[in-house]
């Protein structure tokens, strides 16, 4: 069976700063991977995800994901956050085979001015 | 419907009785989830069905929790002689299904269930 872990439960960084939310994750067979965000008071929505092919994934307000498979990461990535990225981040894992979606405890991150 | 619905949004139940929620999942969709999201934790899985196979029920924390999917469209959640660890925002998802590019999970806004 598959497993998620988020290293960090808390990340504060001023505005501005580089960031990255890392994720581990645990299975025996080929996986999808995706990071879902929650802004305050909002219901969780995706972010972006790795399915195939390359390896760098993006969304459009300039987070990226890199999936590593020998290091079994998908460490979610920005160059300069901005305050309104204030949310909770959560990475999840599927098998390719059509397992369920299983997701991480997640990680709080907040921006600082 | 535009989205996945969940109702009620909020719940405030007394110990010991019988809760039922609800998800109407985006038409069309033949995988369905149910997670439980306490405060400061993360998504715990419940319960997932997907299309005509047997529910995967390994996330149910005990015998008082069951779920169904009636015409593998809308779901019930229900709990039985609720506690008050039972307290938690509850979040149904549904996707398209299996394979690359149908796993994306669309959630409801959730039902926030207090037991008093």
């Known amino acids: 069976a598959q497993s998620v872990t988020q290293l960090d439960s808390q990340v504060p960084v001023f505005e501005e700063a580089p960031v990255e939310l890392r994720c581990n994750y645990s299975?025996?067979?080929?996986?999808?991977l995706f990071w879902y965000v929650q802004y305050p008071n909002q219901g969780l929505q995706l972010l972006l995800k790795?399915?195939?092919?390359?390896?760098l994934v993006e969304s459009i307000n300039g987070f990226e994901a890199e999936f590593n498979k020998s290091q079994t990461s998908f460490h979610l990535r920005k160059p300069s956050v901005h305050i309104s990225d204030t949310a909770e981040y959560f990475c999840?894992?599927?098998?390719?085979?059509?397992?369920?979606?299983?997701f991480g405890e997640g990680t709080q991150l907040t921006v600082n001015p | 419907g535009a989205g996945v619905s969940q109702s009620p949004s909020n719940k405030v139940t007394e110990k010991g009785k019988d809760v039922e929620l609800r998800c109407d999942p985006i038409?069309?969709?033949?995988?369905l989830y149910w997670y439980r999201q306490s405060l400061g934790q993360g998504l715990e899985f419940l319960i997932y069905?997907?299309?005509?196979?047997?529910?995967?029920k390994s996330g149910l924390p005990s015998d008082r929790f069951s779920a169904e999917r009636t015409g593998g469209s809308v779901s019930t959640l229900t709990i039985q002689r609720t506690q008050q660890e039972d307290s938690a925002v509850y979040l149904c998802?549904?996707?398209?299904?299996?394979?690359?590019?149908?796993?994306?999970?669309?959630f409801g806004q959730g039902t926030r269930l207090t037991v008093v």
């Open positions: 998802a549904s996707s398209l299904g299996q394979g690359a590019g149908n796993t994306e999970a669309f």
């Open positions: 999840a894992v599927s098998e390719t085979s059509g397992s369920r979606l299983t």
């Open positions: 299975s025996s067979v080929s996986v999808y």
């Open positions: 038409s069309g969709h033949t995988a």
């Open positions: 790795y399915l195939s092919g390359s390896t």
């Open positions: 069905f997907q299309g005509n196979s047997a529910p995967d």
